[in-house]
């Protein structure tokens, strides 16, 4: 009897770490292509107008109803954003889906359009990279010239009012329900710019007594300035403490996991 019992029980998935800043688990497999010089981060007027219908008109409704089907997704201070509505700024989150997490951001301030830092994985899938690129990606390069144009495309994104999306954990942990640690060297951006930070913490929530699904709750916080009393590295490294302090907060509103995560031994 006991055992027809446990049968009846899904068991969760474990997955063993050993570093929180370096392990990835996203399944998929991707030789990286290479960011260097030559990369095209502009492209012209043609570009920039495909780029705004894929962003904001044709692929919008499709990132509307996956998250509201799959994740019965939910914005808890989405109002925050419009206090800056008139400026570029950052948004930082945690990054816990593979899919989801190219669109949140962009439902949530919609219609100012969002642009994403990447991982060059993202922008190397056979087929595909155009379309990424078309929505938003801004890969990182691997050399010295191609970090000279990365840094003219982010601050040209900021410059034109857009916001620019970053995932300062790095490494895609799916339904990870805490906040893993990050360093502050992305956090070099809003302190050269001086402009403001939002941070996004995705949370999950049962979905009533069903095993089928979970909810997301996203919620926004924000705006958050570089102290300009403080010395660069320093302005960097007290941004990055206080986008941390509060992701955490608001990543105990979690209220399950479907997947647990625990260190290896």
Not at 147 to 165: G, H, L, P
Request: hydrophobic share 30%; charged share 25%.
């Amino acid at each position: 009897m006991s055992g027809k019992g446990e049968n009846r029980v899904k068991e969760k998935k474990v997955i063993y770490y050993t570093d929180e800043l370096n392990d990835e688990f996203s399944t998929a497999q991707i030789t990286p292509r290479v960011i260097d010089g030559n990369y095209r981060y502009f492209r012209g007027r043609l570009w920039d107008f495909c780029s705004l219908a894929v962003q904001n008109v044709l692929t919008m409704p499709v990132k509307v109803l996956y998250s509201k089907c799959k994740f019965h997704l939910k914005y808890v201070g989405r109002e925050k954003l419009k206090e800056c509505k008139n400026t570029g700024y950052f948004i930082y989150g945690n990054h816990t889906q593979p899919f989801a997490d190219t669109f949140i951001p962009s439902v949530a301030n919609f219609p100012k359009r969002n642009f994403f830092i990447v991982h060059p994985n993202n922008v190397s899938m056979p087929g595909m990279h155009t379309f990424v690129e078309l929505c938003g990606a801004l890969p990182i390069p691997g050399d010295f010239e191609g970090m000279k144009n990365f840094v003219r495309a982010v601050e040209e994104k900021i410059r034109k009012k857009y916001s620019v999306t970053i995932y300062p954990e790095a490494h895609i942990w799916p339904y990870y329900t805490h906040i893993r640690p990050f360093t502050a060297v992305s956090f070099q951006y809003p302190v050269k710019l001086s402009c403001p930070v939002f941070c996004l913490t995705n949370t999950y929530r049962r979905r009533g007594k069903s095993r089928r699904g979970v909810n997301i709750v996203t919620y926004i916080d924000g705006p958050f300035y570089p102290d300009e009393t403080l010395k660069p590295k320093a302005r960097q490294q007290e941004l990055r403490d206080r986008v941390y302090r509060q992701m955490e907060v608001r990543s105990r509103e979690s209220d399950c996991e479907v997947i647990l995560y625990r260190r290896a031994k």
